[in-house]
């Protein structure tokens, strides 16, 4: 009996928030047991535009290049600025 642990990024998804994009990265990790998959989990993390992109694998990092462009960071930037201004009551 041979059991193996594996996970691999098999999905990358670009999507539009607001005016800007973010990157969905799914993983997923299987058991594998005398080359029979036995179990599939899937983990998903979500790539904002200010990531430092040296950071990330080399699919995500080809990805981000493309997607991040100054114009969509700003955008993203412009976001945040909205979410912490404080509210205006009239």
Same mark, same amino acid.
Request: charged share 25%.
């Given at each position: 009996?041979?059991?193996?642990?594996?996970? +691999?990024?098999?999905? %990358? =998804?670009?999507? $539009? #928030?607001?005016?800007?994009?973010?990157?969905? *990265?799914?993983? +997923?990790?299987?058991? %594998? =047991?005398?080359? $029979? #998959?036995?179990?599939?989990?899937?983990?998903? *993390?979500?790539?904002?535009?200010?990531?430092?992109?040296?950071?990330?694998?080399?699919?995500?990092?080809?990805?981000?290049?493309?997607?991040?462009?100054?114009?969509?960071?700003?955008?993203?930037?412009?976001?945040?600025?909205?979410?912490?201004?404080?509210?205006?009551?009239?």
């Amino acid at each position: 009996m041979n059991i193996v642990k594996s996970s +691999a990024v098999d999905k %990358i =998804e670009i999507v $539009n #928030v607001l005016d800007f994009k973010v990157l969905q *990265v799914r993983t +997923a990790i299987q058991i %594998i =047991e005398d080359g $029979n #998959v036995i179990s599939t989990q899937y983990e998903r *993390v979500c790539v904002n535009p200010d990531v430092d992109i040296k950071t990330l694998i080399d699919d995500v990092k080809l990805i981000a290049k493309q997607v991040f462009t100054d114009t969509v960071k700003q955008a993203y930037l412009a976001s945040l600025e909205k979410k912490s201004a404080p509210l205006q009551v009239a």
